[in-house]
């Protein structure tokens, strides 16, 4: 367990930065047409880096605030859930 302790600092960059890839990367033009908000393109742009964020913010708070982290980690599974299912409709 303490092994795994060191490499949560990592873990948590790494989601950051998928986070910050993914609100340019994915997904294409399509999506990206914000204009009128229309909500799946909001839900397919935002909420893919949306969990990535909410899971990394969790792994860095699961050494002093288990609870929390659990609570936002879940989160960020909803938020990834909530993506998957107005991706896979399309």
């Known amino acids: 367990m303490k092994d795994i302790m060191l490499y949560l600092p990592l873990i948590g960059f790494v989601c950051f930065i998928l986070g910050g890839v993914f609100i340019y990367v994915w997904p294409k033009s399509r999506a990206r047409e914000i204009k ?34 659990v609570v936002c980690i879940g989160l960020g599974i909803l938020a990834f859930i909530m993506f998957l299912y107005i991706w896979l409709r399309r």
Do not use: E, I
């Open 36 to 69: 009128t908000l229309y909500f799946p393109n909001f839900v397919l742009h935002y909420f893919h880096p949306l969990a990535w964020v909410l899971v990394g913010m969790g792994v860095f708070m699961y050494v002093k605030y288990a609870g929390a982290a």
